[in-house]
């Protein structure tokens, strides 16, 4: 069975600040991953994903995320934070024997601060 | 609209009545996803449809549960007498292709309550 987990219930930083948001992965198979992000009352919006190639993933609005195999770990990250970055965050894995199947983590809140 | 519709964007009923959600996919998706998400969790695979047809319905909770996607484009979640535990955000998401990678698409989200 695949799973993720989102250690951190919360994440906190100051405008301007590197943000990281973390997740860990379990999968029989070769990992897909997402991140999803969720705004207050609005529906979820894809980030960004690790299918294969560069461990180094760049996405959508200067989101990226680093895949580690040997920690099986697939970490978001953005450089330099805005206060509009506030949100809740999901990892996603898809589960390698049913394409269609999701496992989402339990979601981070972010917290930017001016 | 160019995005993933749900409706009724918030139902309220009463212990042991039925009741449906719908979804209305982005045009040309021909997969489309249902989850369950409960205050402070994150999504939780319902069921997926590739076409018509239910291709995984494993994280339906029990057979009180059921969906149909009869022409491959709008979805209906059915709900048969409602429990409390049933209460939560139901979400639909659509993608493109079967077997692909793409992204999904997510709706806004019917909130349902059971009194």
């Known amino acids: 069975a695949q799973s993720v987990a989102q250690p951190e219930d919360q994440v906190k930083v100051a405008e301007g600040n590197p943000l990281t948001v973390k997740c860990t992965y379990s999968?029989?198979?070769?990992?897909?991953l997402f991140w999803y992000v969720q705004y207050p009352n609005r529906g979820l919006q894809f980030l960004l994903k690790?299918?294969?190639?560069?461990?180094l993933v760049k996405g959508s609005y200067g989101f990226e995320a680093e895949f580690n195999k040997s920690q099986t770990s697939f970490h978001l990250k953005k450089p330099s934070a805005l206060v509009s970055d506030s949100a809740l965050y999901f990892c996603?894995?898809?589960?390698?024997?049913?394409?269609?199947?999701?496992?989402f983590g339990a979601g981070t809140q972010v917290v930017v601060t001016p | 609209g160019a995005g993933v519709s749900q409706t009724p964007s918030n139902k309220v009923t009463e212990k042991g009545k039925y009741v449906e959600l719908r979804c209305d996919p982005i045009?040309?998706?021909?997969?489309l996803y249902w989850y369950r998400q409960s205050l402070g969790q994150g999504p939780e695979f319902l069921i997926y449809?590739?076409?018509?047809?239910?291709?995984?319905d494993s994280g339906l909770p029990n057979d009180r549960f059921f969906a149909v996607r009869p022409e491959g484009s709008v979805s209906t979640l059915k709900i048969q007498r409602t429990e409390r535990g049933d209460s939560a955000v139901y979400l639909c998401?659509?993608?493109?292709?079967?077997?692909?990678?793409?992204?999904?698409?997510f709706g806004p989200g019917t909130r349902l309550t059971v009194l």
């Open positions: 996603a894995v898809r589960d390698t024997d049913s394409w269609g199947k999701f496992q």
């Open positions: 045009s040309g998706h021909t997969a």
């Open positions: 999968v029989s198979g070769n990992p897909y």
């Open positions: 690790y299918i294969t190639g560069d461990n």
């Open positions: 998401a659509s993608s493109l292709g079967s077997g692909s990678f793409n992204e999904q698409f």
């Open positions: 449809f590739q076409g018509t047809g239910a291709a995984d």
